[in-house]
Every structure is written in structure tokens, then in C-alpha cells.
């Protein structure tokens, strides 16, 4: 992990930007985390669609600066095929085809999905793994470990794979291969899963019965009224509480 950048916020978050071999990422520590600290912070993954650092910052940095407020460190990376990466041919079409098909209104078919999804879990879940290794390795940072927000279905497979990450929060707001509803099955770690009821890109029988998938004896799923960007405040709120309950 090289650090490439870094600034103190206003309210005292220190945000540096890094880079993983070619994957970008950004890590913010509160103010209270040192090397010197009596204790490290834990740390919270956040996640986040195919759309570039760049573009996404604004809604990171927000979520981030809640979350130092908490005593979390967070961190994320630029996904593979986005921002300034190389791009992905093939998973570009299969975006294209998927737009083409919410836009006419035909059904989306499995064989979209699965190519627009499974080559992003694939490569974007090693690299995930590669960046908390590195960022367990700053003396500043510890477990335990929650992953929040992005792309499901990476979060999905990421709780399956990773033992480190102990707590997840999901946003059922994306499309989901059906072989991640058989590896939602073998997630056990504590679940809170927003959904947005109204949320016009997203198919909430199918978010519901990914729900019921999981295997976690502790999950809880909270259901809001409004489309995919009307999250109410206090839905953030009750996510903070819920990591402070299980990585404090």
C-alpha cells in the first residue's frame, strides 16, 4: 500500500488516498486514531456501485465522516472496470444490454445479469481481501471488521469468504445472480439490510426472498417507504447503531 495524498478535514478526519499495486482507494481515520493511540480503530469497508471514486466521493466522504464520528475507520477502492481503471469490454456490453432492457421495460434476463454481476464479484472480492490486508497492517487500524453498502452481491461473497468481516449492511438495491441466493445461504454473520420499498430499479420480491436466504441467525431488514435515493436520515442512524453494536 502506497499513500499518494492526504488531508485533515474539518472536523478533524484524515483522509488519505492510497494505492494497492493499480487500485486506487481512499482510508479516513478519525481524529482520535494514531499509531500512537491506546487502541486501534475498527474498520468498515464501504462499498459502492461501478460508478468511480470520482463521482461516488461526495456520498464516501459523508458516510465516512459519520462513521469517524463513531470511532470507525473506513476505507474504500476503486472497483475493477471503473473510474481510471482499465476498462472492461464485455461487462460494458452487458451493462448496455441491461440498460437497454430496463428502458423498454423487457424482462431482464438471468443471462444479463450474471454478466453484467458475476465477473465484478469474481475480481472485485480478491482485491477487497488484498486491501484489508494491507490496512490491518497499519498500527492504527484493528478488527473487528464490517463491510457496508455497494454492490450486494460483493458483499454477499465477501461474507461468505472473509472471516474477518463479522458484521455486514446491505442496500438490496441492485440485481442479484441467482447462485449468490446459494451463497447467501452460508452467511452467518449479523445482517441489517435497507431496502427502499418504492425503489423503481429494484425488484423487491426478489430483495425480499434474498432476504429469507440468508443464513444468519441475526439479521434484521428495514423497509422504508421512497425510490432508491430517498433514504430517510434515520436510516443511516439506525445502520451506525448497529455497527457500534457488533465492532465495539
Known amino acids: 500500500m502506497h ?3 492526504e488531508q485533515r478535514l474539518d472536523d478533524g478526519v484524515l483522509e488519505r488516498e492510497f ?24 474498520l468498515i469497508l464501504l462499498g459502492h456501485p461501478p ?30 472496470g471503473s473510474g481510471d481503471r482499465p476498462r472492461w469490454p ?26 453484467v454481476i458475476l465477473p465484478l ?33 460483493i458483499g454477499i461473497r465477501l461474507a461468505v469468504v472473509e472471516p474477518r468481516i463479522v458484521a455486514a449492511g446491505f ?6 445472480p441467482r447462485a449468490l441466493f446459494e451463497e447467501a445461504r452460508q452467511v452467518t454473520i449479523p445482517l441489517h439490510v ?7 430499479g429494484n425488484d423487491r420480491q426478489a430483495a425480499l426472498d434474498l432476504f429469507d436466504a440468508f443464513g ?11 425510490g432508491h435515493t430517498g433514504v430517510p436520515q434515520f436510516a443511516g442512524d439506525a445502520a451506525a447503531r448497529f455497527f457500534t453494536r457488533h465492532l465495539k
Open 121 to 153: 464479484v469474481d475480481k472485485a472480492v480478491p482485491e477487497w481481501q488484498a486491501a484489508l490486508d494491507a490496512l490491518l497492517s497499519l498500527p492504527e487500524i484493528g478488527g473487528p471488521v464490517g463491510y457496508s453498502g455497494g454492490v450486494i452481491s
Open 171 to 176: 442496500f438490496a438495491g441492485s440485481f442479484v
Open 51 to 80: 460508478l468511480g471514486l470520482r463521482k461516488m466521493y461526495p456520498r464516501l466522504a459523508d458516510r465516512a465522516r459519520h462513521s469517524a464520528a463513531e470511532g470507525f475507520a473506513t476505507a474504500t477502492i476503486e472497483l475493477p
Open 19 to 42: 494505492t494497492l499495486g493499480e487500485i486506487p482507494g481512499i482510508l479516513w481515520t478519525p481524529a482520535s486514531a494514531s499509531a500512537s493511540a491506546p487502541a486501534p480503530a475498527p
Open 3 to 5: 499513500f499518494t495524498s
Open 216 to 226: 444468519s441467525n441475526e439479521k434484521s431488514l428495514h423497509a422504508n417507504m421512497g
Open 90 to 115: 464485455a461487462v460494458e456490453q452487458a451493462r448496455a444490454d441491461l440498460r437497454r432492457a430496463m428502458q423498454t421495460g423487457e424482462p431482464v434476463s438471468d443471462e444479463i445479469v450474471d454478466a
Open 194 to 200: 435497507l431496502l427502499q420499498w418504492d425503489d423503481e
